[in-house]
């Protein structure tokens, strides 16, 4: 089965430039997630969805990002526009239900912007 | 608020053994996690720990402490592969029920 896709791996984009991530969870996974992970840091949490409700996004810078999960199987991370600080890498993550202690990622959007 | 403390860095030798501290502060408590990644891959899941003890898996073991609100991953035999970074996590019991992660520690094995 395969696990948790994301694409683009990698993007490169000038700033004030719109960016859009996308992914794909494990089939059955009713809860997904969108991390953002700096370098050296631990990923950090942007959205959650259950199904496709976005539930907790209290991080999720809105003036320029959003996110969406239609039919609450696939989702889409949007940047719009971006700056020199949102480079970095976007996880996606998904798990069985809120509560579920092991999260399954993908390996990561990375994003540079110039 | 959560907050997690680990050493930022560790160095071992090939088949000796290494443990990962990770102290806590979280407003609610509900299990800590451990997560290994390795440099441009996706963080795994390793361990999790409800209850105070020690969970072994193979050559890695985490043990809880929460009187403490203390716990560590014991990798042992360790090899070349093992050279990855290591993020333990807390998922809080306020609500969000969100998984809350360390900033790191970053292993290098060395032969």
């Known amino acids: 089965e395969a696990g948790v896709v994301q694409s683009p791996r990698y993007k490169i984009i000038e700033k004030k430039q719109p960016v859009a991530f996308w992914c794909n969870p494990i089939?059955?996974?009713?809860?997904l997630y969108w991390y953002r992970q700096n370098l050296g840091q631990g990923p950090e949490l942007l959205i959650r969805?259950?199904?496709?409700?976005?539930?907790?996004d209290s991080q999720l810078p809105k003036d320029r990002f959003s996110a969406e999960r239609l039919k609450g199987v696939d989702s889409t991370l949007k940047i719009q526009p971006a700056e020199l600080g949102d480079s970095a890498v976007y996880l996606c993550?998904?798990?069985?239900?809120?509560?579920?202690?092991?999260?399954?990622f993908g390996a990561g959007s990375r994003l540079t912007v110039l | 608020g959560q907050s997690l403390e680990q050493p930022s860095e560790v160095t071992a030798v090939e088949g000796a053994i290494v443990q990962i501290n990770c102290t806590y502060q979280?407003?609610?408590?509900?299990?800590l996690s451990w997560y290994q990644q390795h440099d441009g891959g996706a963080p795994t899941f390793l361990s999790y720990n409800g209850l105070d003890g020690l969970e072994e898996t193979g050559r890695f073991s985490s043990f809880l402490s929460r009187s403490d609100s203390y716990g560590y991953l014991l990798l042992q035999e360790l090899q070349m592969k093992d050279s990855a970074s290591y993020f333990c996590a807390v998922r809080d019991n306020t609500g969000a029920n969100n998984l809350f992660f360390g900033t790191g520690t970053r292993l290098t094995v060395i032969p």
């Open positions: 969805y259950e199904n496709e409700e976005a539930v907790d």
């Open positions: 089939s059955g996974h009713n809860t």
């Open positions: 979280t407003s609610g408590f509900y299990g």
């Open positions: 993550a998904s798990s069985l239900g809120p509560g579920a202690n092991v999260l399954t």
